[in-house]
């Protein structure tokens, strides 16, 4: 909201909402950027690429957004209007993009998904001309449990034990881990798969199994976890800590008593974070776990195949069926992955340190709207001050008068 001072009235700004002028503007500025985009291309320069058309028209709406805007605003109301739009537009081009991967995925593996076989059977007697009917992937499914449960199990230690370590220990090594940490996060995941490749399988001989992709896997998830967890346990109010030293415990105990406790559902939602990055991986389970089409339930002998390296095989083939049998495997990752993000969402919302924050503010709405509706007292206003002319004559000067009456000069 901003004010002339130089003796005009009054000019406020609408900060918030949407007004008739900024929808005109916006309708005004697409139309007239798509017909200019479609002359440039059919009259001066033909554009054959629609990735290129709807970059053209991107760009020309962005200028004549500006030059409407610029009419009836000033320079720094043009400028945030077009920063507003540009933010706008990205966000919705990104969820767009979410949604069509979504449909398109549902609906090229919308074949394969009404059938109940294609959950409780493998492919050991089922091949690429066989109907829908025949097969499924079931023996994806129990390797990938199987697989991202080693994964945690090496995990969750190790990042729990480097996250306290961040936090507890300050030093040197301390910004010497963090900075690798934060290295490992863009490590690309084909790295991680050769890793363990080189080391397990080839120069220990460890055959390619359900464990090997594991301990890859579990690569790829351990910096999530501790990235997560560092961030969470530095939340922690360093009055309880104190507190704690303060009592005679030490710092072990203060960590496993006070510390832990007390991040426990940030805690979880790292780790259900690093189980949704470590489930989608595959490269690395690519070159450690081999492929099989029948059931293996023993992660330590024989190939053992996860939903990620499934999907890899079955849109590989030119057969409609098992192109359609890898969509729906695909559809049954992201499902197990989007349930598993609405855990994180909901247990990080169920944070003990958020539930205060959350009750202290609407202890404070509740107070201001009780003074806000709070009946106001009305005070008697004190019976005004005789003068002394206007004394009635029966009385006395000598007697004793009020204390609001004020005394005569002599």
Not at 59 to 84: K, Q
Not at 139 to 149: D, E, M, N, P, R
Not at 240 to 261: D, H, I, N
Not at 378 to 385: D, E, G, L, M, S
Request: proline share 7%.
């Amino acid at each position: 909201m901003t004010a002339l001072t130089t003796g005009t009235r009054e000019v406020r700004r609408q900060l918030s909402g949407v007004r008739v002028s900024d929808l005109l503007n916006l309708c005004g500025a697409g139309a007239a950027a798509i017909a200019l985009t479609a002359l440039l291309s059919s009259q001066l320069a033909p554009i054959t690429s629609p990735l290129g058309f709807v970059a053209v028209a991107a760009a020309l709406f962005l200028l004549l957004y500006a030059l409407l805007v610029s009419l009836t605003e000033r320079g720094v109301a043009v400028r945030d209007r077009l920063v507003t739009v540009v933010v706008h537009g990205l966000a919705f081009t990104v969820l767009a993009v979410l949604a069509f991967i979504v449909v398109f995925t549902f609906a090229r593996g919308a074949k394969a998904l009404p059938h109940l076989n294609f959950f409780t059977q493998d492919m050991a007697k089922a091949g690429p001309l066989d109907p829908l009917e025949m097969g499924g992937i079931a023996h994806a499914i129990v390797g990938t449990l199987i697989q991202i449960s080693i994964a945690l199990v090496i995990t969750i230690p190790l990042g729990l034990l480097t996250a306290v370590f961040l936090t507890e220990v300050p030093g040197r090594l301390a910004r010497l881990v963090r900075t690798i940490v934060e290295a490992m996060t863009a490590l690309p995941s084909i790295v991680a798969g050769l890793f363990i490749y080189a080391t397990l399988v080839l120069a220990l001989g460890v055959p390619k199994s359900g464990l090997a992709a594991a301990t890859a896997i579990s690569i790829m998830m351990l910096p999530i976890m501790v990235r997560s967890s560092d961030v969470v346990l530095r939340l922690v109010p360093g009055t309880l800590k104190e507190a704690s030293y303060a009592l005679g415990a030490g710092q072990f105990r203060t960590v496993w008593q006070v510390v832990l406790p007390t991040a426990r559902s940030g805690l979880t939602t790292a780790i259900i974070l690093a189980t949704a990055r470590g489930i989608g991986e595959t490269s690395p389970v690519l070159l450690t776990s081999g492929f099989t089409a029948a059931m293996n339930s023993d992660p330590t002998s024989g190939p053992m195949v996860s939903l990620p390296l499934a999907i890899f095989q079955f849109v590989k083939s030119p057969e409609p069926t098992m192109v359609a049998r890898g969509f729906g495997t695909a559809a049954v990752l992201m499902l197990l992955v989007l349930t598993l993000f609405v855990i994180a969402r909901v247990v990080g919302g169920s944070s003990p340190l958020k539930k205060d924050a959350r009750h202290r503010a609407r202890q404070a709405r509740r107070a201001e709207r009780a003074q806000r509706h709070r009946p106001r007292r009305r005070t008697k206003r004190p019976a005004p001050a005789l003068a002394p002319q206007d004394i009635p004559p029966g009385i006395a000067q000598d007697q004793d008068l009020p204390e609001a009456l004020p005394q005569e000069q002599p």
